[in-house]
């Protein structure tokens, strides 16, 4: 079974509207973290936001944050007034358990910021 | 600010060969990890390594694999005898061990085994 799950392949956003990258996880543990990642075209992989499993409040972290809804297993990437270098790939990742454990990482979602 | 650096950027090799890929983690991290993305596809785990030791590994990471902390500063990982399915980008990735456990990530090099 996916651990990670990311239903959109691709998404296209306007320059300066906000975007909702989804990501759903599958996680046995009480403890474990999700994590972004921005991935340009350029290869390498961008941290963006952290969700702690046991935060109460969503992560925020400049134009990104985290709709974290723990019951439902989502831990969605909300990006305001999207930017044209905002156009890249993006992962949504998971550590189980340990805090130094490794990430699973979901397929990932093309975003394209059209002008 | 700090970062994670790999070399080479872009390793070619034939199939059969080894190869070593190299990267420097933040100076004062702990934890460090290797990735592979075959392209167009996912990020993969391959092992992960804290005090001169592996402390987790892949499926992927078979008896091919190795990884090494040779000195202070280097992290390498060798492929003894690469095979075609090999091709990927390599990314190598170091965290701290405090704060939010974020990994943080070097730029990757793009392994093409022909």
């Known amino acids: 079974a996916q651990k990670i799950t990311q239903t959109q392949p691709g998404m296209f956003v306007q320059e300066k509207e906000a975007v909702t990258l989804d990501c759903t996880y599958d996680t046995s543990d009480q403890s474990y973290g999700l994590f972004w990642y921005k991935q340009p075209s350029s290869g390498e992989m961008i941290f963006l936001i952290y969700?702690?499993?046991?935060?109460?409040q969503n992560a925020t972290e400049g134009r990104y944050s985290l709709n974290f809804q723990k019951a439902r297993k989502s831990a969605n990437l909300v990006i305001s007034a999207s930017q044209l270098g905002d156009s890249a790939m993006y992962f949504c990742?998971?550590?189980?358990?340990?805090?130094?454990?490794?990430?699973?990482f979901g397929q990932g979602t093309t975003l394209q910021v059209k002008p | 600010e700090p970062e994670v650096t790999q070399t080479p950027s872009h390793q070619v090799t034939q199939m059969g060969q080894e190869v070593i890929l190299r990267c420097v983690p933040i100076?004062?991290?702990?934890?460090f990890y290797w990735y592979r993305q075959i392209l167009g596809q996912k990020v993969e785990f391959l092992v992960s390594?804290?005090?001169?030791?592996?402390?987790?590994k892949s499926e992927i990471f078979d008896d091919q694999f190795s990884v090494e902390r040779p000195d202070g500063s280097n992290f390498t990982l060798k492929i003894r005898s690469t095979k075609l399915e090999d091709s990927a980008m390599y990314f190598c990735?170091?965290?701290?061990?405090?704060?939010?456990?974020?990994?943080?990530f070097g730029p990757g090099t793009r392994l093409t085994v022909t």
């Open positions: 390594f804290y005090n001169n030791e592996i402390s987790e």
């Open positions: 990742a998971m550590r189980e358990g340990w805090n130094t454990g490794k990430l699973i």
């Open positions: 100076s004062n991290h702990l934890y």
């Open positions: 990735a170091s965290m701290s061990g405090t704060g939010i456990y974020e990994q943080y």
């Open positions: 969700q702690g499993s046991y935060d109460e």
